[in-house]
């Protein structure tokens, strides 16, 4: 299983900007498909965006063109720029590893002024 630990969350104003970060242990990270989730109060979790091991991307339609996903094979990885935050962007953020279904603890996002 791959141990998977985010960070980069906090308060941000609305049209603000945010980067979120998750290092992922073991020495697989570079062939695995990362996404982001995130779940707001009493919603379900949502997929926010995804990346494949060649850097295919794939985004949530209430993100396109405001949020970008990246990956460093080299720090073990991934990345979610996220620009023009919106108040509907609140919620926990998770990363996930699809191969073996894992997650990291989640990180709080609050935008609001």
């Known amino acids: 299983q791959v141990q998977l630990v985010e960070s980069g969350g906090g308060l941000v104003q609305p049209g603000g900007s945010l980067r979120l970060s998750c290092a992922a242990s073991g020495s697989i990270f570079s062939i695995l498909t990362m996404g982001w989730y995130r779940q707001a109060p009493g919603k379900q979790r949502e997929l926010v965006a995804s990346?494949?091991?060649?850097?295919?991307?794939d985004y949530a339609d209430s993100v396109k063109g405001r949020f970008t996903i990246s990956r460093d094979h080299a720090k073990n990885t991934v990345y979610l720029q996220m620009q023009r935050l919106k108040p509907a962007d609140t919620a926990v953020y998770y990363c996930n590893e699809k191969a073996f279904d894992s997650w990291g603890q989640g990180t709080q996002v609050t935008v609001s002024s």
């Open positions: 990346i494949t091991s060649g850097r295919r991307t």
